[in-house]
């Protein structure tokens, strides 16, 4: 008979829905197995509450020092603390086997509770720079959890654990991999998604209405386009769109993305980390545009691997234009073909298991370095002693984690059999 020894599992995220998509996905997967899950998030986090419906959400105060004056800054370091005390007496009341971080400052209050606590903790890093707070807590976590090999400023040598998992997505996005690529050529339907993060993005209201109304209209006639505008920017689109014959779907927020990227031949959009890696997994070709700003300049990293592989085409922003980006579209009408190569190069870099294989870093923690008192078995097998110091962290690991069911390999890429 199987055994599955299940704990209470905290996430600790928020911020933007970067952070929180990664958490949705590992949330389903952890309730899946069996265990009790809770979010500890800070006040934009919970913007994102009806995603975690399944689970109790509580809310911790947090803070950054970026753009603060010394005074403000001051006032971050007792929000924090406050936020720190908050966390640890809420991990203590739910006994919480392990902590799972997602990086940013939403997390450092949760994360650095457990740290004091004596409670295994996993960081989790999206992008492929390791951000500021999560350079500082890596060398105080258990075990950190990377997206990309070559993630930049991480120093492995440095800390207890590093696993690279890939960033977690969504199963009905992961699915979406093995389907067969909607059918391109000259003369069918050519449907474009435009994305620009979980705010918006107003450059892409801009340039790609412009570009798309200066297209022939024989192309014009084949476009089916589903773009995401900021509030402010949603009439003056229209606007532009209504000049046209294109059949457009313009909304503020895209709820049904896994629907949107199902039919997609292709996205236009920012490379955050959550972005890349919906696109990778569900083997979706796009031209990329990386927020200028970011820090460190993450997304021009993030974007790099997909670029390189050929799944991505690559615009820094000051060159993103109506001229360019018609070009590259009219180049697409004529070679359908270049498209579904790219469809098929994403897919090869993405990385599938990511939500399992973060999973299953997080039981290790809760088995292996997790007090026995808070896990909880789901038969009557007996309870295996508490682990000592003494005893090999190899066969005890053997022996407390669960069966896993085989994993499959992955269903060849039908896109090759639309190449021939």
């Given amino acids: 008979m199987k055994r599955r020894r299940t704990t209470h599992i905290i996430l600790a995220a928020g911020g933007t829905g970067g952070h929180m998509f990664p958490a949705v996905a590992l949330k389903d997967e952890l309730l899946a197995r069996g265990h009790q899950v809770s979010l500890i998030t800070d006040q934009r986090g919970l913007g994102y509450k009806e995603h975690f419906a399944d689970i109790k959400v509580y809310q911790v105060n947090s803070a950054t020092f970026a753009g603060r004056s010394i005074f403000g800054k001051i006032g971050a370091i007792f929000q924090i603390f406050g936020g720190i005390f908050s966390a640890r007496s809420l991990l203590k009341q739910h006994k919480a086997g392990v902590v799972v971080g997602f990086g940013g400052y ?11 606590s004596g409670i295994p903790t996993v960081l989790h890093e999206q992008n492929s720079v390791l951000g500021k707070v999560n350079r500082f807590l890596a060398k105080r976590v258990d075990a950190l959890a990377l997206s990309f ?31 067969y690529y909607p059918p391109i050529g000259e003369d069918k339907i050519f449907r474009i998604l435009v994305i620009g993060g979980s705010q918006g993005a107003n450059i892409f209201s801009e340039v790609v209405p412009q570009a798309i109304s200066t297209l022939p209209r024989a192309f014009q006639r084949r476009l089916q386009i589903t773009q995401q505008c900021r509030e402010e920017d949603i009439v003056a689109v229209r606007d532009v769109y209504a000049s046209t014959n294109i059949s457009v ?42 927020y200028p700003h970011a820090t460190d300049q993450h997304q021009l990293e993030n974007a790099k691997e997909m670029v390189i592989a050929g799944g991505a085409w690559l615009f820094h922003q000051n060159e993103f234009n109506a001229g360019e980006l018609a070009k590259l579209l009219q180049r697409f009408a004529k070679r359908p073909r270049d498209v579904w190569r790219a469809a098929e190069e994403a897919r090869k870099i993405g990385k599938p298991y990511a939500t399992k294989d973060l999973a299953n870093l997080v039981e290790r923690q809760a088995l292996v370095r997790g007090d026995w008192s808070i896990v909880k078995v789901n038969d009557d097998a007996p309870r295996p002693e508490k682990i000592t110091a003494e005893e090999p962290v190899r066969e005890t690991t053997e022996d407390a984690t669960e069966v896993q069911e085989e994993r499959t390999e992955p269903v060849l890429n039908p896109l090759r059999q639309l190449r021939k």
């Fill in 149 to 179: 090999e070559k993630t930049r400023k991480a120093r492995w040598d440095k800390y207890n654990q590093v696993v690279v998992t890939g960033n977690p997505v969504r199963n009905n996005i992961v699915e979406l991999g093995d389907r």
């Fill in 249 to 290: 779907d313009l909304e503020t927020f895209i709820s049904n993305l896994p629907e949107c990227l199902e039919w997609a031949h292709l996205v236009i959009g920012r490379a955050g980390a959550s972005t890349i890696s919906e696109l990778t997994a569900s083997g979706r070709p796009a031209i990329l545009v990386p």
């Fill in 106 to 116: 939403p997390s450092l209050p949760t994360l650095m509770a457990a740290v004091w």
